[in-house]
């Protein structure tokens, strides 16, 4: 049981360019979401999913995509990567929607974007 | 709205000594509410979690946290810190079902463990 996983670990960007973030579990939760973290910031919601198929914003979703095709993964897309979205990205999972459930996070990617 | 807020952005503590982090939410229902340890370069990791009942609840490695509904807080408490405690802790609180239920962190607290 691997449990949250994300690639790739670090990355680096030119503005401009457009990347994927991966993000796979493999417990079979229903909800999925993308936080980023920045220095004094705490993590932010970007996108969230309750559902293969369903996908919804979060608190800061601009210049991100997201799509849920499978229960198990969960890409996040930068269209046109800024030196804003230099960060640290968690991906999260939990069985379901409920609030009585605790999030899993995975190992982060840390994303630079010159 | 929901928020949470943790008013000390870094603590420094001796090993042996008690801890106490602070944690204060915003939240117009019942809340659950949540406590994540960070290490350095990795994910966060859940070290408690209240829903109801008992408002004294316990988590794992030790620590410890209150809800205190009149006082809109949760704090952290350990009676006695390790060196391997040295992390960033993040509190958080669990949102409203029209947010999908998603939970809103604070902007976490460092801690520095002095040997």
């Known amino acids: 049981n691997a449990g949250v996983t994300q690639t790739p670990k670090f990355q680096v960007l030119k503005t401009g360019q457009s990347m994927t973030l991966q993000c796979a579990q493999d417990?079979?939760?229903?909800?999925m979401s993308w936080y980023r973290q920045d220095p004094g910031m705490g993590l932010r919601l970007i996108h969230y999913?309750?559902?293969?198929?369903?996908?919804d914003q979060g608190e800061v979703p601009n210049g991100y995509n997201v799509s849920r095709s499978t229960t198990e993964d969960f890409p996040l897309r930068l269209l046109s990567a800024a030196p804003s979205q230099t960060s640290v990205y968690f991906c999260a999972s939990r069985p379901g929607s409920s609030g009585y459930y605790e999030q899993y996070f995975g190992p982060g990617t840390r994303l630079t974007v010159t | 709205a929901q928020s949470v807020t943790q008013p000390d952005i870094h603590i420094t503590v001796s090993e042996g000594a008690s801890l106490e982090l602070r944690c204060n939410y915003s939240?117009?229902?019942?809340?659950?509410l949540f406590w994540y340890v960070q290490s350095p370069g990795q994910g966060l990791q859940l070290l408690l979690k209240y829903f109801s009942g008992d408002t004294l609840v316990q988590g794992i490695k030790g620590f410890e946290a209150e809800f205190k509904r009149s006082q809109s807080s949760f704090n952290l408490r350990k009676p006695s810190v390790h060196w391997s405690d040295a992390a960033e802790y993040f509190c958080?609180?669990?949102?409203?079902?029209?947010?999908?239920?998603?939970?809103?962190f604070g902007t976490g607290t460092s801690l520095t463990v002095i040997p």
């Open positions: 958080a609180v669990r949102g409203p079902s029209n947010t999908g239920n998603q939970f809103y």
């Open positions: 417990m079979n939760h229903e909800y």
């Open positions: 939240y117009g229902a019942t809340p659950y």
């Open positions: 999913s309750v559902g293969a198929g369903i996908t």
